[in-house]
């Protein structure tokens, strides 16, 4: 496994043939990151991760100055999973002065995570466009924990023509249930402990939406789909939502978390799932911690 910056990347780059595939992370390394790795070698011949704490996608409250760097265990991980090249750039190196001219996510970026952290997915696009560029993939995975970041390279690709697949891979959990992250590590036990509310809230909804679809077939609205609806028609996709918020409430009332979003929003548009809507959708959720800002989700279909 080889390790460098620019300069060695476009050397080792020139030198290779067949396909490639890109994992980009910003280094502090889990089982869950080894997973998008693994997958990126079984669709190409030749694996590059990059290992890069863009300054660019954090606020300026934020941990950009905090955020773990263990690269002597990054290395050793990306070894475990057979990466071929870490491709670890200085920052002045990927920011030589600060840029001018970056990508802007439009409207789909400045939305939930992107209402949260204005900016933060122009910051995202603009260093993975970099990275496309200096990389030049066929194949780039990510993880589908931060679905919203998903939808938006998605888009790029499309909209800026770049010829590579991406493929995402489902979110990796823990034993008890919390999403993989990088910003776990910021986590005292009890504030885990009170994260667990956050898949606790998914896990209510995707039963809703099980015992909805049961009830109907594949149709948006259920009777008794959420306690306490009386047998009343209800609209399943507001009845999911609110069961995600009927956990996450009392919490947030006991103080244990504060709620930064819960929405049912459509997959393609991240635009909130209108009532009766029928298709593929996703229930964004968000919440601080103990200080630590927390992202998960769960796919549905109407």
Same mark, same amino acid.
């Given at each position: ?8 990347? +476009?050397?080792?780059? #020139?030198?290779?043939?067949? +396909? ?8 502090? $390394? ?12 079984? /669709? ?11 300054? $660019?996608?954090?606020?300026?409250? @934020? ?8 690269? /002597?265990?990054?290395? !050793? !991980? *990306? @070894?475990? #999973? &057979? ?9 002045? /190196?990927?920011? %030589?002065?600060?840029? /001018? ?11 939930? @995570?992107?209402?949260?952290?204005? &900016? ?24 589908? !924990? ?58 209510? #909804?995707?039963?809703?939406?099980? +015992? ?28 999911? @939502? ?19 979003? *819960? ?7 991240? +635009? %909130? *799932? %209108? ?28």
């Amino acid at each position: 496994m080889e390790v460098g910056g620019i300069q060695a990347l +476009r050397r080792w780059r #020139a030198e290779q043939s067949g +396909r490639v595939g890109l994992v980009p992370t910003m280094g502090a $390394l889990h089982s869950g990151h080894q997973a998008l790795m693994t997958r990126a070698r079984s /669709e190409s011949d030749l694996v590059v991760a990059s290992i890069f704490v863009n300054p $660019l996608q954090f606020g300026a409250d @934020e941990d950009f100055v905090q955020y773990p760097r263990p690269i /002597e265990e990054d290395l !050793k !991980k *990306c @070894e475990e #999973a &057979g990466v071929d090249f870490v491709f670890a750039p200085a920052l002045a /190196e990927m920011y %030589p002065s600060a840029p /001018e001219v970056r990508v802007v996510a439009g409207r789909m970026g400045a939305v939930f @995570e992107g209402a949260a952290r204005p &900016g933060h997915f122009d910051g995202v696009l603009t260093v993975v466009a970099k990275l496309f560029t200096l990389i030049d993939p066929d194949v780039t995975v990510f993880g589908l !924990k931060d679905i919203q970041q998903y939808v938006l390279v998605k888009r790029m690709i499309a909209d800026l023509n770049f010829d590579i697949e991406l493929i995402g891979l489902p979110v990796v959990r823990d034993a008890d249930g919390l999403a993989m992250s990088s910003r776990n590590t910021y986590l005292a036990a009890d504030d885990r402990a009170r994260a667990l509310a956050i898949p606790r809230a998914l896990n209510a #909804a995707a039963e809703v939406a099980e +015992r909805g679809r049961g009830a109907t077939g594949s149709g948006a609205s259920v009777a008794g789909a959420a306690a306490g609806s009386g047998g009343a028609g209800v609209d399943l996709p507001a009845a999911v @939502e609110a069961a995600a918020l009927a956990e996450l409430e009392p919490a947030a009332e006991r103080g244990e978390l504060e709620i930064v979003y *819960c929405s049912l929003v459509e997959a393609a548009t991240l +635009r %909130p *799932c %209108p009532p009766g809507f029928t298709g593929s959708a996703l229930l964004l959720v968000s919440a601080t911690v103990g200080g630590t800002h927390l992202i998960d989700n769960l796919p549905l279909e109407f």
